[in-house]
């Protein structure tokens, strides 16, 4: 009997494939377009350092800036949104350019304390119209400076929670319409690797309806209430809940370098993972403590349960 004919794998074309089954994709990951951007390292060693008990589950009222705290190569995701009034807390005024730098001392930061193929999740919106303020381009421009290497985008659409009263510019006129976002975005990033090293006993908590519905590139959900929460810019539970499935393992390492009202800290303590935050505000993390402390004698399942992604 003679065996089957050997399929031979596909190449990338001039204008790509819609097959991805079997395509080598090497010429085009080698090519020029690709020869400035961060590259994933050769050999990575994927040793991990526990974090020290006294750092597990604990927001810690200083700058995350140097986190000290944590060792290196000990947390498996970042998932945070930036102040945009860091001026405020940090009592000065910051340009542009100021605050890209120190934005990318808590990069750093996270680099050095993110595990090898350890995931970074930074919910972002852009400001201004006077002129826009693309804030999503320049924080992707810092990271790929600091070596992550870029997984992609999810653009996280607001839909009906979106306010009716932004202005409009010139209301039925072309002299100056003015555009309303209706979403947001979440960089997605890996340190030195895109894959995860294996260890015993990791477990996933994500369901297969939830991983196709996840691993799509547009989230639809509704943004939190800054009154309900008591923070002005709060994201909902729906986001860190998302990032945290997809991402790691249970029994996990979760930080939030502006942990803000806690809301990392809850959806880490209903996957059963654990948290890590940092926030300057005393008022911020005494609020996060309180909602984490009430979350702590709620039914966490009914909760899950009431949240579907799909």
Same mark, same amino acid.
């Given at each position: 009997?003679?065996?089957?004919?050997?399929? @031979?794998?596909?190449?990338?074309?001039?204008?790509?494939?819609?097959?991805?089954?079997?395509?080598?994709?090497?010429? *085009?990951?080698?090519?020029?377009?690709?020869?400035?951007?961060?590259?994933?390292?050769?050999? &990575?060693?994927?040793?991990?350092?526990?974090?020290?008990?006294?750092?597990?589950?604990?927001?810690?009222?200083?700058?995350?800036?140097?986190?000290?705290?944590?060792?290196?190569?000990?947390?498996?995701?970042? &998932?945070?949104?930036?102040?945009?009034?860091?001026?405020?807390?940090?009592?000065?005024?910051?340009?542009?350019?100021?605050?890209?730098?120190?934005?990318?001392?808590?990069?750093?930061?996270?680099?050095?304390?993110?595990?090898?193929?350890?995931?970074?999740?930074? @919910?972002?919106?852009?400001?201004?119209?006077?002129?826009?303020?693309?804030?999503?381009?320049?924080?992707?421009?810092?990271?790929?400076?600091?070596?992550?290497?870029?997984?992609?985008?999810?653009?996280?659409?607001?839909?009906?929670?979106?306010?009716?009263?932004?202005?409009?510019?010139?209301?039925?006129?072309?002299?100056?319409?003015?555009?309303?976002?209706?979403?947001?975005?979440?960089?997605? *990033?890996?340190?030195?690797?895109?894959?995860?090293?294996?260890?015993?006993?990791?477990?996933?908590?994500?369901?297969?309806?939830?991983?196709?519905?996840?691993?799509?590139?547009?989230?639809?959900?509704?943004?939190?209430?800054?009154?309900?929460?008591?923070?002005?810019?709060?994201?909902?539970?729906? $986001?860190? $809940?998302?990032?945290?499935?997809?991402?790691?393992?249970?029994?996990?390492?979760?930080?939030?370098?502006?942990?803000?009202?806690?809301?990392?800290?809850?959806?880490?303590?209903? /996957?059963?993972?654990?948290?890590?935050?940092?926030?300057?505000?005393?008022?911020? &993390?005494? /609020?996060?403590?309180?909602?984490?402390?009430?979350?702590?004698?709620?039914?966490?399942?009914?909760?899950?349960?009431?949240?579907?992604?799909?």
């Amino acid at each position: 009997m003679s065996s089957a004919p050997k399929k @031979n794998g596909s190449s990338t074309s001039s204008f790509g494939s819609p097959s991805r089954a079997n395509h080598d994709s090497s010429k *085009f990951y080698s090519g020029r377009l690709y020869e400035n951007l961060p590259k994933q390292k050769e050999d &990575v060693d994927f040793t991990e350092n526990p974090l020290p008990a006294n750092s597990i589950d604990k927001i810690f009222c200083k700058s995350s800036e140097k986190m000290i705290e944590l060792p290196d190569n000990s947390v498996h995701l970042m &998932v945070t949104s930036p102040p945009y009034n860091v001026g405020k807390l940090y009592d000065k005024e910051l340009s542009l350019d100021e605050y890209r730098r120190f934005l990318s001392n808590v990069w750093k930061e996270v680099e050095r304390v993110l595990v090898p193929g350890g995931r970074v999740c930074i @919910n972002v919106a852009n400001l201004g119209r006077k002129p826009y303020i693309p804030l999503h381009a320049f924080i992707i421009e810092d990271m790929h400076k600091l070596g992550f290497l870029m997984r992609g985008e999810v653009i996280w659409d607001k839909g009906a929670s979106v306010s009716s009263s932004i202005a409009w510019g010139t209301y039925l006129s072309a002299k100056n319409p003015v555009l309303r976002d209706a979403h947001e975005y979440i960089l997605i *990033f890996s340190k030195q690797s895109f894959t995860r090293g294996i260890k015993e006993n990791m477990k996933s908590t994500i369901s297969k309806e939830e991983f196709i519905e996840l691993t799509k590139s547009i989230w639809s959900f509704n943004a939190e209430s800054a009154t309900r929460v008591g923070h002005p810019a709060p994201f909902p539970l729906e $986001l860190p $809940l998302r990032c945290i499935k997809l991402y790691t393992f249970e029994g996990e390492n979760v930080l939030d370098p502006f942990m803000g009202s806690g809301t990392t800290a809850l959806a880490s303590m209903l /996957l059963n993972r654990h948290y890590i935050g940092y926030d300057v505000s005393k008022d911020y &993390v005494d /609020l996060a403590q309180k909602r984490i402390n009430q979350l702590q004698d709620k039914n966490k399942q009914q909760i899950l349960q009431d949240m579907k992604f799909y």
